[in-house]
Structure formats: structure tokens, C-alpha cells
């Protein structure tokens, strides 16, 4: 296990069990511990689920588990109890958002720099009259 991946421990992972669904046919599921864990680190990092490290287990299974999970509102209960449980308040936060922008975005080149009144415009007679 490399020491920048993030581990829940199992006194966290206990807090969560109870909410983890327990309807699975077929195949048992693969170790929660360890695929909760990977979702957690590709949700942290930002990255793209086909570049979690192999520690985590298979990333379609990452994925599809994350996918699955929020159709069917575990993800949204485990935070609301998580939330609900108490605790200092940064470690509450359980949402933030990250907005990617274009790189034009910020202005730069491009376009005139004087642009003309829009009243101007509208007040103008006409170049040719037919």
C-alpha cells in the first residue's frame, strides 16, 4: 500500500456499514472497505475513475459502485447521518465545488477592443438605401 492513497480506517469504516445496502444478488460484492476507500481518493484528487491505482481494486468496479450507489440515494443517507453525527464543523463539510474554465475565459486576445454603443448603432442611418 503506497502512503498517499487514502485508507479508511476501521473505526470509520464501522460508522458506515449500517448504511451500506445489503440487497446484492449474485456475486458478493468485492471488500467495501477497500473500493469505498478508492472512490474517496478519486472524488479527492479530482482524477478520472480509469487512473485510481490498482490498490482499490478493479476502477469499472469504482465506478460502478459509485454510479449504483448514488441512483439509489446511499450515498445521500450516509452523508446526511455523517453529518448529523456531530463533530467540528470543517470536518462537516461534505460538498464543494470545482468550476473548469476555458483558458479564453479570463479575456486576453481576441475581438475588438473598442466595441461601438449598441445605442449608437441603432441610431445610425443606413449605408445604402435601395
Known amino acids: ?25 449474485g456475486k458478493e460484492r468485492v471488500d467495501d472497505r477497500r473500493i469505498i476507500s478508492g472512490i474517496v481518493h478519486v472524488l479527492k484528487s479530482g482524477g478520472r475513475w480509469i487512473d485510481a491505482p490498482s490498490d482499490y481494486g478493479p476502477r469499472k468496479t469504482l465506478y460502478n459502485r459509485f454510479v449504483r450507489w448514488a441512483d439509489k440515494g446511499v450515498w445521500v443517507r450516509l452523508f446526511e447521518a455523517l453529518a448529523q453525527s456531530g463533530g467540528p464543523a470543517l470536518q462537516l463539510m461534505i460538498d464543494s465545488s470545482a468550476v473548469k474554465a476555458h483558458r479564453s475565459a479570463a479575456g486576453g486576445k481576441g475581438g475588438r477592443k473598442i466595441r461601438r454603443s449598441a445605442v449608437l448603432v441603432e441610431v445610425e442611418q443606413p449605408r445604402s438605401t435601395l
Open 1 to 25: 500500500m503506497s502512503a498517499n492513497l487514502f485508507w479508511l480506517t476501521e473505526e470509520q469504516f464501522a460508522k458506515i456499514v449500517p448504511f451500506l445496502p445489503r440487497d446484492t444478488r
